[in-house]
């Protein structure tokens, strides 16, 4: 289906197209291996070039996980993070309710066809979401909810966030499935420190014991997701083109007029893949870099 078939099929829905090249694609999950080419949109697309978290855990979540979901996400928005994830039940509608009712905004990512609402007990939340934040699919229309398409889904929420909190997940669950994909793609990864006796929350622990960072409070992942979220918000933000001077940036060293691969600018400044995309993106607003197929190159 080209751009404009999908465009009408997607206007016979009441959504939105946003396309790989358009402005309003975000610009992380522009930079991931296998990037959807258009993303069907029921909402407002404007701010999803903005910073985002993602916020996941269990569809059997526990009455605590459920409270901390909200309570985290709430305080998340409010710092000005918007929430993005999977609107299924348990931690995934609770994450979205906690930004919305700090009047934040909340990004659902779904794995069916934008004219269709899974699980059906989320349409209030899903009109909710259209109301203070957008749903967002790369199935076309009409496609039903099927088991091969919700890990495909899981890369879209890891790739467009700067990073990925879990908030409960068991052994094995389809959190760690995205926390699995966060971490490819180079986001930051985050778990609640549950009790060993609480089976629910051993998906968390295992996490931790591999290197994600433990929650305690909503600071652990403002602190550390600071110079990401700066680097964002600057490229969002940018009023000019005078975004960053060639002398300021720490990555435009590294791009030369021959083409280079986002793995090779990783390697050569030795910095997360995040921050090097963000710091990208930023050069990219400032007219300092072109974006090519494959990788990037000076201006």
Known sequence: ??????????????????????????????????????????GDPSFLPDAQLAV?????????????????????ARAGLHICSGMAIGIDGAAHRGALAAGGRS?????????????????????QLEECGCLVTEFPPGTPPLRQNFPQRNRLISGMSLGVLVIEAALPSGSLITAGTALEQGREVFALPWSVLHEGGRGCLQLIRDGAKMVLAVEDILEELAPLYTLQQ???????????????????????????????????????VAQVLGELSVLELGGQVTRMAGGYIRC
């Open 56 to 76: 996941v855990g269990s569809r059997r979540a526990s009455p605590a996980a459920l409270r901390v979901a909200e309570l985290l996400s709430g305080q998340l």
């Open 234 to 272: 600057h490229r969002v933000d940018a009023p000019s083109a005078e975004v960053v001077a060639p002398s300021t940036s720490w990555l435009l060293g590294f791009v030369g007029f021959e083409m280079v691969t986002l793995d090779e600018l990783v390697h050569r400044s030795a910095r997360p």
């Open 107 to 127: 990004v659902a990512v779904i794995a069916t066809g934008i004219d269709r609402v899974y699980p059906y007990r989320h349409r209030a939340l899903a009109s």
């Open 1 to 42: 289906m080209n751009v404009a078939q999908a465009k009408a099929a997607a206007r016979a829905v009441g959504a939105s197209v946003v396309a790989i090249d358009d402005e309003q694609y975000p610009p992380l999950l522009r930079a991931i291996h296998d990037p959807p080419p258009l993303l069907y949109v029921r």
